[in-house]
């Protein structure tokens, strides 16, 4: 079965850069898959944050994408977040998930990590 | 605003038929797959429907999908108390650099 959890620090503050992991077990990162960032603001929709391939090929949401850095390490079998110059409005829940490439079906999620953005 | 337009809300009583839709452009529905996703409160969203009508292993064949040029619709009938969730639409999206758009959700109330 595969699972993904998120871990990284639950406070982070303005201006500051958050960083997550999520790893993953049951299914080698490198065999195939993308593996993406969604956040949820509290209240709120589900936003894309960005997705990598094991080759390190990523794809990032435009609205982001100057403040995101998607990394992967496939031999600890997980893959990480930054999101740089961090404001209130980027307090959320961050998942990550597994995804078909060129596909919006992500089939296997973490279960969450409130990042909470305040001094 | 959301790339994929969905109604805020919608209701219905146990037993029946409800709709929700999700509209887009050439550049996501038009022209790739429409997926849902089901989240209960304080969970994690699960994949409900993919590939425009396909239903994961586990999930009941009252719900189905849906697509019709740049619109989609998920259906549930026989609608159930424990149905009363956030539903989402999701679509890759091939402008620009190619990415994955989401519509801002449909609460559902079952009455």
């Known amino acids: 079965q595969v699972q993904l959890q998120e871990s990284g620090p639950g406070l982070v503050k303005p201006s500051e850069t958050l960083s997550l992991t999520c790893a993953v077990s049951?299914?080698?990162?490198?065999?195939?898959?993308?593996w993406g960032w969604i956040r949820q603001p509290p209240g709120k929709g589900l936003e894309w944050i960005g997705s990598?391939?094991?080759?390190?090929?990523?794809y990032y949401n435009p609205s982001l994408k100057s403040r995101v850095t998607i990394s992967v390490d496939t031999s600890k079998n997980q893959f990480s977040l930054k999101l740089s110059s961090v404001t209130a409005a980027d307090t959320a829940v961050y998942y990550c998930?597994?995804?078909?490439?060129?596909?919006?079906?992500?089939?296997?999620w973490g279960q969450g990590t409130l990042v909470t953005v305040s001094s | 605003q959301s790339v994929l337009t969905q109604p805020p809300s919608a209701s219905g009583t146990p037993g029946q038929r409800v709709t929700i839709s999700c509209s887009g452009s050439?550049?996501?529905?038009?022209?790739?797959?429409v997926n849902w996703y089901q989240q209960l409160p304080g969970t994690a969203p699960k994949l409900l429907i993919y590939?425009?009508?396909q239903r994961p292993s586990g999930v009941p064949d009252r719900f189905s999908g849906s697509k019709s040029g740049t619109s989609a619709s998920l259906a549930i009938s026989g609608l159930q108390s424990e149905d009363e969730a956030d539903y989402y639409c999701?679509?890759?999206?091939?402008?620009?650099?190619?990415?994955?758009?989401f519509g801002g959700g449909t609460k559902l109330t079952v009455l």
């Open positions: 998930a597994r995804h078909l490439v060129g596909a919006a079906h992500f089939d296997y």
């Open positions: 049951g299914y080698s990162i490198s065999s195939g898959y993308y």
């Open positions: 990598i391939y094991h080759s390190g090929s990523t």
């Open positions: 050439s550049s996501n529905i038009g022209s790739n797959t």
């Open positions: 590939s425009n009508n």
């Open positions: 999701a679509a890759w999206d091939d402008s620009l650099n190619g990415d994955v758009v």
